[in-house]
């Protein structure tokens, strides 16, 4: 796989898009059985939309995935987790128009493309409807810290957040 002409790429398809992305190996992404608990027992979107569990893949499987690519991009951006949902389903497609026909993004956060989610197939938005890398068990903190990119626990309104995308390439 040529990591030089991935960089090239990703570097004009995220420019403006993203504040930063990093090419990481995907064996290094940090999978957790209780990150989905925190979904299960905390988020009040639990069993409400296709791309959250129990819909999305577990962590076991999750793991085999990423084990299956050799290059990802780690996406950073500090505003608007809505947008890069869209920014990470865009990629994916411009990285397979592009020959990389196994890409594959996770944003982070839920997926709020509907009102409300029918919960049956086919989604209304399959072009733009991913899990999110919580949904299918990835440990987001300590993988964006492993990498060096900031992330903290945001505590109430006024703290900033950061939010991060996972694309997977082969």
């Not at 004009?12 to 059985?33: C, D, G, S």
């Not at 987790?81 to 865009?90: I, K, M, P, S, Y």
């Not at 072009?127 to 993988?143: H, K, N, Q």
Request: net charge neutral; aromatic share 10%.
């Amino acid at each position: 796989m040529n990591v030089s002409k991935i960089k090239d790429l990703l570097e004009r398809l995220t420019k403006e898009k993203v504040k930063e992305f990093i090419l990481i190996n995907p064996k290094e992404v940090v999978t957790a059985e209780w990150v989905r608990l925190k979904c299960q027992y905390g988020c009040d979107g639990y069993g409400l939309c296709l791309t959250c569990p129990p819909y999305s893949p577990e962590p076991s499987r999750t793991r085999k995935i990423l084990d299956s690519y050799s290059i990802a991009a780690l996406l950073w951006q500090p505003r608007g987790w809505q947008n890069l949902r869209r920014v990470c389903a865009e990629l994916e497609r411009e990285i397979f128009l592009s020959g990389y026909y196994k890409s594959f993004a996770m944003p982070s956060g839920p997926c709020e493309l509907c009102e409300e989610c029918a919960l049956k197939y086919p989604c209304n938005h399959p072009e733009l409807a991913r899990p999110s890398m919580e949904a299918c068990g990835i440990d987001v903190y300590a993988t964006v810290r492993k990498f060096g990119l900031p992330i903290e626990v945001v505590k109430d309104e006024t703290c900033m957040a950061n939010y991060y995308g996972l694309l997977l390439i082969e």
